[in-house]
């Protein structure tokens, strides 16, 4: 059974830093493209980060450009999305999916699996 099990959510104030952990279970996440999108209350969920299979590659919304950093532990099977300078609007809840292919990351129709999300709110 496969599992994507984000953690690191929490909350913190303007200009503060999270990382955000995506744990993976029943795949091999070097076989995959991993994506973090966020949704707010009301929204669509939305596109932020990716990052290759082999991590020679990665894709940022240009909200996030700067302030966050994708990276990946194969050796853990992990993924890791650093957010810096954290801003209001940044406040969603996050998940991790992982897709087959590294083709349309942004679109998350494309990610044959989901984790259950991580609460981040920014205070201002």
């Known amino acids: 059974q496969v599992q994507l099990i984000e953690s690191g959510g929490g909350l913190v104030q303007a200009g503060g830093s999270l990382r955000l952990s995506c744990a993976a279970s029943?795949?091999?996440?070097?076989?995959?493209?991993v994506g973090w999108f966020h949704q707010a209350p009301g929204k669509e969920r939305e596109f932020v980060a990716a990052?290759?299979?082999?991590?020679?590659?990665?894709y940022y919304v240009d909200s996030v450009k700067g302030r966050f950093t994708i990276s990946r532990d194969n050796a853990k099977n992990t993924v890791y999305l650093q957010m810096d300078s954290l801003k209001p609007e940044d406040t969603a809840v996050y998940y991790c999916?992982?897709?087959?292919?590294?083709?349309?990351?942004?679109?998350?129709?494309?990610?044959?699996?989901w984790g259950q999300g991580t609460q981040v709110t920014v205070s201002s």
């Open positions: 990052i290759s299979g082999s991590g020679s590659a990665t």
């Open positions: 029943g795949l091999t996440v070097s076989n995959y493209a």
């Open positions: 999916g992982a897709a087959k292919t590294w083709t349309n990351v942004v679109v998350r129709y494309e990610y044959d699996y």
